[in-house]
């Protein structure tokens, strides 16, 4: 009898100190995520922010901006941007937490600690401090996974949220709707030989969720431009990759003689990169932009792709290469805005006082010491949970972590290619992943120090 009361009140006090623990999570972790823009005083800003913001003032389309996420933006406008910035804190915790609990790793303390790790090491608070797209980028690997893998241990609403979280950070941005189709594709491939891990329901709710986005972003196109039309700028971003690896100008030297293109009396004088072609002040401006190289842009990527495959092989392979070393945090943040600056200024007047009072503005943003931290952290993480899902592939049957440390090696390995490949390789395209690697590295070795063992549920449905 007295060893039951005992018992009881133990259960009790433990009780009482998980829920105190999840309180101080749920209220700890949001603002730890929101600390950069604390600081800052003002919602982060990056050099492509302004384009998003335009879409719902300007009702047309342009080149690599999705209408979808310029309606969020456009949600938020009102609270100074802050309701944004709630929403992707309160979005990453939810991820977080529901991938520990799928885990069987679901104590408030694990979170907490998963969580400030997180903080101190990767480009996690500067992702979700800033109004961009890449914090999605992410959020939707993992809500891919535990839609595909764990669907069977989330609830209906669960399974809802999770399906619109991913749906709507495909619709966002193009790449990370190229890493959520190989990832499902991959999970196609594997099903015959993972039947008691993956579902085939599971796989039709994530490849179901996909074509949601495609969707969803082409309603919002055809709601801001009265065209069922997707994103446009595919050709002339990778035309700027084409064009910094050489293959432009070597195009044109071959061709200009039999074929009259606009760009044949600056073949010998082009830029040296893609962004200085596309975003400085080139003959890209002079010859009209998107609107007047479009049509020619996308007549020399495509037949360059036929004319030159093994430099076009070479050139992808590199810059996958070099995108998966390049993670450092802050790109676009720490240097002069001024497109989203005048996007700002034209339309929502009433925001340029605080904007303009924020520290990003008053130059105080240098990424040279906190990239001393996160860049190591990053590519440490990337090399050793390859390792670990190669271990877990040859020790078998795959466990819980092995297939999460699988999923996310391929949607770093996947992001970094599509980036690479269509417009080279870039800081802030690795860092928007490298952290999911850092988050699973730390969950193994929660499970090594505490001795657990990966749960290898055998009872999900064929």
């Known amino acids: 009898m007295g060893e039951n009361h005992i018992s009881t009140q133990a259960l009790r006090a433990r009780t009482a100190a998980d829920a105190r623990s999840a309180w101080i999570a749920a209220i700890a972790i949001p603002l730890m995520l929101l600390a950069p823009a604390l600081w800052n005083g003002y919602p982060l800003l990056q050099w492509d922010t302004g384009g998003y913001l335009a879409r719902w003032y300007e009702g047309y389309l342009v080149p690599s ?3 979808t996420f310029g309606l969020y933006l456009h949600f938020g406008e009102d609270s100074s941007f802050w309701i944004n910035l709630g929403i992707q804190a309160v979005a990453t915790l939810w991820i977080l937490q529901l991938t520990l609990r799928v885990l069987g790793m679901s104590q408030p303390l694990r979170l907490l600690s998963i969580s400030l790790a997180l903080g101190l090491t990767t480009s996690l608070p500067w992702l979700a401090s800033t109004l961009f797209t890449d914090i999605f980028a992410g959020l939707a690997v993992l809500a891919l996974f535990i839609l595909v893998v764990h669907g069977k241990r989330t609830s209906i609403p669960e399974k809802c949220l999770l399906c619109g979280l991913a749906a709507f950070s495909a619709a966002s941005h193009s790449a990370t709707l190229g890493v959520l189709l190989g990832l499902c594709c991959i ?6 030989f ?3 891990r993956i579902s085939i329901a599971g796989l039709t709710q994530g490849s179901l969720t996909i074509v949601a986005g495609a969707v969803l972003l082409l309603s919002t196109n055809y709601a801001f431009s009265g065209k069922v039309a997707w994103t446009p700028g595919g050709y002339g971003v990778a035309f700027g990759r084409m064009l910094q690896d050489g293959i432009v100008a070597q195009y044109l030297r071959d061709h200009c003689p039999t074929q009259s293109f606009r760009l044949c009396p600056y073949r010998d004088r082009l830029p040296a990169t893609a962004d200085q072609f596309l975003w400085g002040s080139s003959m890209f401006n002079t010859l009209g932009r998107f609107q007047g190289l479009n049509d020619e842009m996308s007549h020399i990527v495509l037949h360059s792709l036929t004319e030159y495959p093994a430099w076009q092989a070479e050139a992808a392979l590199t810059g996958t290469v070099q995108q998966l070393i390049q993670v450092g945090s802050g790109e676009g943040i720490g240097v002069w805005l001024g497109h989203t600056y005048g996007i700002i200024e034209r339309f929502l007047p009433a925001q340029v006082k605080p904007m303009r009072a924020a520290q990003q503005q008053r130059w105080r943003f240098d990424f040279t010491a906190i990239n001393r931290i996160h860049i190591p952290v990053a590519l440490a993480s990337i090399f050793l949970v390859a390792i670990l899902f190669g271990h877990g592939v ?8 092995t297939l999460l440390a699988g999923a996310v090696t391929f949607a770093i390995l996947g992001n970094a290619f599509i980036c690479a ?19 699973v590295m730390l969950i193994a070795a929660i499970r090594l120090v505490t001795g657990e063992t990966a749960s290898r549920d055998r009872s999900l449905p064929a």
């Open 194 to 196: 993972l039947r008691e």
């Open 394 to 401: 040859l020790r078998r049957p795959f466990d819980d972590v």
């Open 187 to 192: 999970g196609w491939i594997a099903r015959p």
């Open 421 to 439: 490949a269509i417009s080279g390789p870039h800081d802030r395209y690795g860092a928007r992943m490298a952290w999911l690697a850092t988050m």
């Open 65 to 67: 901006r999705s209408t």
